[in-house]
């Protein structure tokens, strides 16, 4: 097993000139949330899930992404309610969140 089971990387990125991105959608308040929630769980660490943010993950029109691994998945959200069930349903569960793919 890796360092980390399970590795979120959440895009931050700020395009210029009014370019489509994903600090659009605050998306720092969306890793901010991810991490505390899964501190609170006590799945955040080593051995565990890490939060973290990214830069241009290149799918910026589809935005706001993020990206798990080692699985490879994407999902894009509109509140903390889709963070909420990609916490419960992926990181907890293993099941893929459907509705949220991209
Ligand atoms: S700005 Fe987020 S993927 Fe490019």
Redesign the pocket.
């Not at 489509?20 to 600090?23: F, S």
């Not at 241009?56 to 910026?60: E, I, K, S, T, V």
């Given at each position: 097993m890796g360092f980390y089971q399970k590795h979120l990387f959440v895009?931050h990125?700020q395009?210029a000139e009014g370019k489509?991105?994903?600090?659009d959608y605050d998306?720092a308040h969306a890793r901010d949330y991810l991490k505390a929630r899964c501190k609170t769980l006590g799945i955040h660490g080593e051995g565990q899930v890490r939060i973290n943010q990214a830069g241009?993950?290149?799918?910026?029109e589809q935005?706001?992404?993020l990206v798990i691994y080692p699985e490879g998945t994407w999902y894009t959200w509109v509140d903390e309610q889709d963070l909420d069930e990609i916490i419960s349903q992926h990181l907890q569960q293993g099941q893929i969140v459907k509705r949220l793919l991209l």
């Open positions: 895009c990125n395009r489509p991105c994903c600090a998306s241009c993950l290149g799918r910026c935005g706001p992404v």
